[in-house]
């Protein structure tokens, strides 16, 4: 099973829902572990046995590290391990799917490596003991998570476990809305741009110029689209289920300068890695060195959430580096430049750095970034890439202005202008993005 | 409040066994271990839950139409133009064309029968003024047909439809929902191909023809992969022979037995459902077409379902025509084929079919 499928949303979403809310309230935890270890089982029953026993084992780890009397030793031991374990399984993991892409591990890095944040968040005592299997659990396995994240610590996610105010109509309605947004981001801009980057990263002998723009820019989108997508379902279901999940993306395509970009793209990642680095230190001053290394580490980190290979750490590479440069060599020009300039500055830098994603191994990334300049004497452009410009300029559009913040300032601007309404509003707009999301699927 | 989310979960849970019901097709198979590894399961759970959604169609519409505002003008490889559907095809592949080639002059060398060859273009070819702008498309059509007839070298006779077909392309000559041929297409093929085969005199002039323009509106196949609502239906239509009176009697060999009708039209089988089967009954693994008062020639056909475009006319100048479908032929019928008993073979395909091993298939059938 799919998260985005008919029967995701008209019959697994149904009884999840159900199950949830006709539980009792201090069982609802376990009702969720349920639903999501369901989940699992439906949609890759190859990999429950890796991630029972990954998810297992990080808990025995955190339960003897949990212990008053456990030694410091002991306690590092446990840390070691689990993180060693979790790195060993990432690895292989991304091995296998360099080998056999079809066969990538569902959720993989979310239970990995939210296992690794909380066993060195309880480490270093940043988190109280964790005594619950369910909840930690459903902290590592909560299933709309599974596919992007977001990443949160332990104790943010277990904050709302019970704590957190009983999701009322409004939530639900809201959670609901967000997450079929987010399906129709992968459905409509995701899946029809994904589509165009195929035709266009095929071309060999037929590129030009433009066609190597388009196609970085095309593939800049595609990510922004699934990503956020999934997040934004991840998101919803959190507050159908009274959880209250961070965001992953701040619209980075209009960011001022390429620091910027980091701070709104896969920000929950690069927060993990943050955490699990610097941990309580991270805010503070750093020497110049250790700065320009914290913001290399992380860039190419970030890079190899896409997956393990050179060419994805190649992109965060790149992008830290003019991060740094930002930095370091020319802190305050930026904020001299109006800003439309400093917008473009950094699409430009970002769209280049999506060159270097493009790629299957450095040389054909480089290729790209070549390509883009028009040193390696591609035509400026011909009828191939006129052709699909012709017939996606819409889809292209609406993939650009979707990107961007304009519709949240209207949705933000529509709540404040009639609160009283929300609910209906609510109600229609999870109506009509519902008929959209089936459309699309049967379509 | 309370009452509220009890109440909708009792909503949501009685709307789960709903949708499964609905899911229950005849083909659904309750899940297995295997169908959920493989997952075939949800798979067919989706695409049955697609089919049995209430407005499905409006909503496959739907999901159709966004994709063209967001200026999608393919869709499953077909292109939607303002004037129908139009099936993009394939660059066909050298090597099997010069394999087919030999496969058909070995052939035509062995059997010692007049052979023929007949190639046609797709509408992707000849309309190609309603593709859009700078459209990726096979459009060396024309040159590989004549690169083809060229190696046929005098042993096999050609019969060359393109000149005719493009010069005429402002007609009804393809279906605007299907990929083929419509009859009036059919009867510019005949007049070509029929010169070959029998002589331009004995020709069924168009003013010989009666025709009958059948009420329902068709939709075809390619209607059923890209359901663009603008598009405007097909009208079937029937030429029958008036000149002198003529009886047919069509027999279909196949898998599910044999079965015959005494018309080139089935018309009934419109109201079926079965659109494009009024013609001839549609098309089996062998099909033949007996007419009393014909001319006695018999005439064995290698060819795919462009035949029912233009048999209806050229059934009015043989005995016995016999149309071999090589896709659906199976061992036990291919033993009603005696090519000796014929006095022509003719090869009929779209270049889209020929551009697969059916001559080969032929081949090794009369070997």
């Known amino acids: 099973m799919e998260l985005v499928s008919l029967s995701f949303f008209y019959i697994f979403l149904p009884v999840c829902i159900s199950v949830y809310f ?21 949609a890759q029953p190859k990999s429950v046995p890796l991630m029972a026993i990954t998810v297992l084992l990080d808990f025995v780890s955190l339960r003897i590290m949990s212990r008053e009397k456990a030694s410091a030793p002991l306690r590092r031991g446990c840390l070691w391990f689990s993180v060693v374990k979790n790195l060993l399984v990432l690895f292989w993991a991304g091995a296998s799917v360099q080998i056999r892409p079809a066969e990538a591990v569902l959720g993989v890095a979310v239970y990995c490596l939210s296992g690794i944040d909380c066993v060195a968040s309880v480490y270093r005592r940043e988190t109280p003991a964790v005594t619950s299997p369910v909840r930690f659990g459903l902290y590592c396995l909560f299933f709309p998570r599974l596919y992007q994240g977001p990443l949160l610590t332990y104790g943010e996610f277990d904050s709302h476990l019970d704590a957190g105010p009983r999701p009322g109509p409004l939530q639900i309605l809201d959670g609901l809305c967000r ?11 995701g899946r029809y741009l994904s589509l165009l980057y195929v035709t266009l990263r095929a071309y060999s002998a037929d590129a ?9 820019l095309v593939l800049a989108l595609t990510t922004f689209y699934r990503l956020s997508g999934y997040c934004d379902m991840a998101v ?21 300068s390429v620091q910027d970009f980091f701070q709104r793209f896969l920000v929950t990642v690069s927060g993990f890695y943050r955490r699990l680095f610097y941990g309580g230190q991270q805010d503070a001053p750093m020497p110049p060195a250790a700065d320009a290394n914290q913001i290399i580490v992380i860039g190419m980190l970030l890079g190899l959430w896409f997956g393990m290979s050179a060419p994805h750490m190649m992109w965060g590479i790149f992008l830290a580096a003019f991060a740094v440069m930002e930095r370091r060599l020319y802190p305050n020009a930026l904020e001299r430049i109006p800003t439309l300039f400093r917008r473009m500055y950094t699409l430009l830098v970002v769209l280049v750095s999506f060159a270097l994603l493009a790629g299957d191994s450095p040389t054909q990334s480089l290729r790209f970034v070549a390509d883009l300049t028009g040193l390696t004497g591609l035509v400026p452009w011909n009828n191939q890439i006129l052709y699909l410009l012709s017939t996606n300029w819409l889809l292209l559009l609406i993939g650009c202005f979707f990107a961007t913040n304009i519709c949240s300032l209207l949705i933000t601007t529509l709540r404040r202008a009639v609160p009283k309404w929300m609910p209906a509003l609510l109600a229609a707009a999870d109506g009509v993005l519902l008929l959209l999301v089936t459309g699309l699927l049967i379509g | 409040m309370t009452g509220f989310f009890k109440l909708l979960a009792c909503v949501m849970l009685l709307l789960v066994p709903y949708f499964l019901i609905l899911a229950q097709g005849d083909s659904f198979e309750p899940p297995s271990r295997e169908s959920i590894e493989d997952r075939t399961f949800f798979s067919r759970l989706d695409d049955s839950l697609a089919e049995a959604l209430p407005f499905q169609t409006r909503l496959r519409q739907l999901g159709l139409r966004l994709g063209l505002l967001g200026g999608q003008r393919e869709q499953n490889d077909i292109f939607i133009s303002d004037n129908g559907l139009i099936k993009n095809i394939d660059a066909t592949s050298e090597v099997r064309i010069s394999q087919n080639v030999g496969a058909i002059l070995r052939l035509a060398e062995r059997i010692q029968i007049p052979t023929y060859l007949m190639l046609l273009p797709t509408a992707s070819a000849i309309l190609q003024e309603q593709l859009p702008p700078y459209a990726n498309i096979y459009n060396n059509q024309r040159q590989t047909i004549e690169d083809i007839y060229s190696q046929m070298s005098g042993q096999v006779t050609v019969a060359d439809v393109y000149p005719l077909l493009y010069n005429l392309r402002g007609e009804y000559l393809y279906y605007r929902t299907e990929n083929n041929l419509t009859p009036q297409g059919g009867y510019y093929v005949y007049t070509v191909l029929g010169a070959k085969l029998v002589g331009r005199r004995e020709l069924v002039e168009l003013d010989q023809l009666d025709i009958q323009y059948l009420p329902e509106p ?9 359901p663009y609502q603008n598009v405007r ?5 029937l030429f029958r022979y008036q000149a002198y009176p003529r009886e047919y009697l069509v027999t279909h060999y196949g898998n599910g037995g044999i079965k015959t009708y005494h018309t080139l039209y089935p018309t009934h089988l419109a109201g079926l459902g079965q659109g494009p089967d009024v013609y001839l009954g549609g098309i089996s693994a062998i099909t033949t077409i007996r007419t009393t008062n014909a ?3 018999s005439l064995l056909i290698f060819g795919d379902k462009t035949a029912l475009a233009y048999l209806p006319f050229l059934a009015n100048n043989y005995q016995d ?15 009603r084929i005696q090519p000796d008993q014929y006095h022509q073979v003719l090869f009929a395909y779209s270049l889209e079919t020929f551009d697969s091993d059916i001559p080969l298939r032929a081949e090794r059938l009369l070997d």
């Open chain 1, 179 to 189: 997450m079929l947004l987010g399906a129709v981001k992968i459905l409509l801009p």
């Open chain 1, 208 to 216: 030009s110029i433009l066609s190597r723009w388009c196609m970085v």
């Open chain 2, 218 to 226: 068709y939709y075809g196949d390619l209607y059923q992969k890209s």
């Open chain 1, 22 to 42: 006709l539980a009792p309230r201090r069982l609802r935890p376990a009702a969720l572990l349920f639903v999501s270890l369901i989940y699992y089982l439906f």
């Open chain 1, 236 to 256: 919803g279901l959190g507050g159908v289920f009274g959880l209250r999940l961070p965001q992953n993306f701040y619209y980075p395509y209009q960011s001022r």
């Open chain 2, 233 to 237: 239906p097909d009208t079937l239509s």
């Open chain 2, 321 to 335: 025509i016999t149309l071999v479908d090589l896709f659906q032929l199976t061992p036990t019928l291919s033993n």
């Open chain 2, 295 to 297: 001319p006695p020639r």
